[in-house]
């Protein structure tokens, strides 16, 4: 039987460590932006949204309503720093409304 070891972890350490040996971090990050995105922009903004799309450094958001894209497009910068604040760390650099 091995020896247990007596070192203390913190679990999101772990976590990162599973994610990264498993290569799910992708994946994961774009769980994470679906679901930020739901949570900053709220019900009325998410209802008119079809999908969220991590690619790299830039987030596709498609939108039903051409009013709405328009609306959000000015704020791109603002929404980009909420998100990167939300997720901890600077993942988005572009925001491409559809």
């Known amino acids: 039987m091995a020896k247990r070891q007596n070192e203390f972890f913190k679990l999101k350490?772990?976590?990162?460590?599973?994610?990264?040996?498993?290569?799910?971090?992708?994946?994961m990050q774009q769980l994470l932006v679906e679901e930020k995105w739901g949570s900053i922009m709220g019900?009325?903004?998410?209802?008119?949204?079809?999908?969220?799309?991590l690619?790299?450094?830039?987030?596709?958001?498609?939108?039903?309503?051409?009013v709405l894209r328009e609306e959000?497009?000015?704020g791109k910068e603002k929404i980009i720093k909420m998100l990167n604040e939300e997720l901890g760390?600077?993942?988005?650099?572009?925001?491409?409304l559809n």
């Open 43 to 53: 019900k009325g903004v998410v209802s008119y949204t079809q999908s969220v799309t």
């Open 72 to 74: 959000l497009s000015y």
């Open 89 to 96: 760390e600077k993942l988005i650099s572009k925001i491409v």
């Open 13 to 27: 350490d772990l976590l990162q460590d599973v994610y990264k040996e498993n290569k799910l971090t992708k994946g």
């Open 55 to 66: 690619n790299g450094k830039t987030l596709y958001v498609k939108l039903n309503s051409s």
